[in-house]
């Protein structure tokens, strides 16, 4: 997942809001300074509550006068006295921004919640007054009027193109009372959205399941256990065993656990998060937030929100997306009547939601004698990072990976590197966040600290980090992975090699600023790499032994790759297809829609399998609800698959690590990020556009 702070007003992606704090004090405020270190790293260590408000004001006050300045020019608009300019404004306030909305995804405090509380809707509240600032529009319209005589290039074109059509998209065309109205929904949207975000890192946190018994552990790793009485001890129940279920704990109980009454008591309290009645529950924050997105759609001229959020990306249209997502889905769910029947003969009973993960490692074991529990150990989280992300980087490309062990972090679980290219210069800086916290948010995400910009030479390069969920080391134990988890680390180091080795020019286009369904092309191809054998030998190494992973399981793994696979794409296109009929679909304007039933009627309508739920329920589901930027939008990964399976074909016809089959795709996906056509882009690689036959046949669909 690729999770966006930049400002909204800006021409990348969508933003968060973020920011501010309790009272100043007399400390200097490290945001209105040069940051004292070589790569304008955040000053972690000196950066306090306090200092936000102040800075986000400054930098509010700062943007303004910024666009004061281009609003008063007395030369002629053009491209550089108006769209560079306003591409290059509002620096302060980014760069308060992205530290704030960081922390509030990974260390997110009773404190900086209470900050984002209070920052949101300053940021919100400024940038609506920017995108609905006529005379800003005006000027800006005047460029777009006259390009065809000003001689641009496809990169300054898609910039002018961008900023023109995001204030369309933002309002620009409305009457004053209709941007009034406008204000109102934004500034409403972005507290509910805190709102739902915040409800299902609490809900979490404050959810348990608690055993009584060690019988009731049979199956679960060591490392797991001990972290399970660890956390019963914090919470005053010394003596028993704690799971929040957080993904590595709800996972692991799902696929290991022997007792059939523990995985479904830990299935049924995940997906039952925010949804039972407590002050969690996010029933009300989904209905307004739907009736509100559908209500500003219709306001720009769209249909529904669905419509209003493809309209700028590759699909185009929600038909074109569901069109994809029902190419795959048919044979996906033929694969799991398959999977399903193989499962119950083992079993002996009907398989239930509960039973899905844990049979299938059984029906792996059975037909491929493999269990996740003869691989982790060979998956040490230090030895996939350093000698899997970083080597198969350094093949493609040639980089380099030096850590940094005194440079400024946010946390002391963070990690930080330099990253140089082949002839030696500096690249980007590379942060790793990757075990779970009470204060931080579930999942896998890359965003950035500071983007690129390399207008006439500038060669400003980023700030680049990783964050996950981990399973964290035990005592005796270091952090082991599962195949899951390897390739979700692959997965999220793919972004951010798309943000680290950007060259793009202009602030807006650079590294992951490219359309929602093309940037999952960079992190999903890159998991291709993980369990190709020459990569496999080099980090999978046993963690008691060094030994090098065997061929005969390299090869079960490759022979058991497919099994389950009906199973994962199923559970994902069901939520994709869920999110995209919440965000089509009209919404009343005087009661509340019932999610359970809602979802039980797509379910019927999509034919979902009964031994498969959504892969995320509706309360939930943060992807959608967080924010808007992957709402209507959670089908983009499969979108991208269609790339990058397609696109990995010509590696393996060249060799996975072909010296020009990597600069080609270096210098046609990393480096333009949104300087051209993201089809184009693919097609100047790939040399001819995608099909879908190449996702058909990784899966195990045909």
């Not at 065309?173 to 949207?189: A, E, F, G, P, W």
């Not at 650079?510 to 020459?534: C, K, Y």
Request: glycine share 4%.
């Amino acid at each position: 997942m690729k999770k966006s702070f930049i400002l909204p007003i800006m021409a990348g992606t969508l933003a968060f809001a973020i920011s501010c704090g309790p009272k100043t004090t007399e400390t200097a405020n490290p945001f209105l300074t040069e940051y004292p270190n070589e790569f304008d790293i955040p000053d972690f260590a000196n950066i306090k509550y306090e200092h936000y408000i102040p800075a986000i004001k400054a930098g509010i006050e700062a943007h303004n006068q910024e666009i004061d300045s281009i609003l008063n020019n007395p030369d002629e608009a053009n491209f550089e006295n108006t769209i560079l300019a306003l591409d290059n404004a509002g620096q302060l306030l980014n760069k308060v921004s992205t530290v704030l909305f960081a922390l509030n995804s990974s260390d997110n405090t009773d404190e900086m919640q209470k900050i984002t509380e209070e920052a949101q809707p300053l940021i919100t509240a400024h940038s609506d007054e920017v995108a609905l600032n006529k005379k800003l529009f005006e000027r800006i319209k005047q460029v777009y009027d006259k390009k065809a005589e000003l001689n641009l290039n496809t990169a300054q074109e898609r910039l002018l193109d961008d900023y023109y059509k995001n204030l369309v998209r933002s309002g620009a065309l409305l009457t004053d009372q209709q941007q009034d109205t406008l204000r109102q929904i934004n500034q409403r949207l972005a507290a509910l959205e805190l709102s739902f975000g915040n409800n299902v890192l609490k809900d979490i946190n404050a959810t348990e399941v608690v055993v009584d018994s060690e019988e009731e552990l049979a199956g679960l790793d060591a490392a797991i256990i001990e972290n399970a009485a660890a956390e019963a001890k914090n919470r005053g129940k010394e003596g028993k065993w704690v799971f929040t279920v957080n993904s590595t704990n709800r996972l692991s109980i799902l696929t290991n656990a022997e007792n059939r009454g523990l995985r479904e008591r830990i299935y049924l309290t995940y997906t039952s998060i925010c949804s039972n009645g407590n002050e969690f529950d996010n029933s009300k924050n989904i209905n307004e937030l739907l009736r509100l997105r559908q209500k500003k759609a219709q306001m720009l001229g769209f249909d529904n929100f669905a419509a209003y959020m493809m309209d700028k990306v590759m699909a185009k249209t929600p038909e074109a997306a569901e069109n994809l997502l029902y190419q795959v889905w048919k044979p996906a769910v033929n694969k799991v009547k398959q999977e399903v029947a193989e499962m119950k003969e083992l079993a002996g009973f009907d398989i239930q939601p509960w039973d899905y993960y844990y049979y299938i490692e059984k029906l792996k074991a059975h037909k491929f004698n493999l269990s996740e529990n003869d691989v982790r150990p060979y998956f040490k989280l230090e030895n996939v990072v350093k000698n899997g992300l970083f080597y198969i980087a350094n093949r493609l490309y040639g980089i380099t990976f030096t850590e940094l062990p005194d440079a400024p972090k946010y946390n002391p679980e963070v990690t930080v590197y330099e990253v140089k290219d082949k002839d030696g210069k500096h690249v980007a800086v590379f942060m790793t966040d990757y075990f779970p916290r009470a204060t931080k948010s579930q999942g896998a995400w890359m965003s950035e600290f500071k983007g690129e910009y390399n207008y006439q030479g500038a060669n400003e390069r980023p700030i680049i980090f990783n964050v996950g969920n981990f399973t964290k080391p035990s005592k005796d134990t270091p952090s082991l992975l599962t195949v899951d988890e390897v390739l979700t680390a692959f997965h999220e180091f793919g972004h951010g090699l798309q943000g680290m080795l950007t060259t793009a020019e202009y602030r807006g286009q650079s590294g992951t600023n490219v359309d929602r369904d093309f940037v999952e092309l960079a992190s999903q191809i890159d998991e291709h790499w993980a369990m190709e054998p020459e990569v496999l030998k080099n980090y999978a190494l046993h963690y008691q032994t060094g030994e090098v992973i065997p061929d005969s399981l390299i090869q079960k793994l490759e022979a058991s790759s497919k099994c389950g696979q009906g199973f994962a794409t199923v559970e994902y296109i069901a939520a994709s297809l869920l999110d995209i009929e919440w965000h089509k679909t009209p919404m009343p304007a005087m009661h509340d829609i019932d999610i359970r039933k809602f979802e039980k009627q797509i379910a019927e309508k999509i034919g979902l399998p009964a031994e498969i739920t959504y892969r995320y329920r509706s309360p939930y589901f943060r992807h959608i609800f967080e924010s808007s930027h992957y709402a209507a939008g959670y089908y983009t990964y499969m979108w991208a698959e269609v790339l990058d399976a397609d696109g990995f074909e010509l590696f393996k016809e060249k060799g996975i690590f072909d010296p020009e089959t990597a600069e080609s795709y270096r210098k046609n996906i990393l480096e333009p990020g949104d300087s051209e056509d993201p089809m184009k882009l693919y097609i100047n690689f790939r040399g001819r556009k995608p099909n879908v036959d190449a996702l058909l046949k990784n899966r195990g669909l045909i």
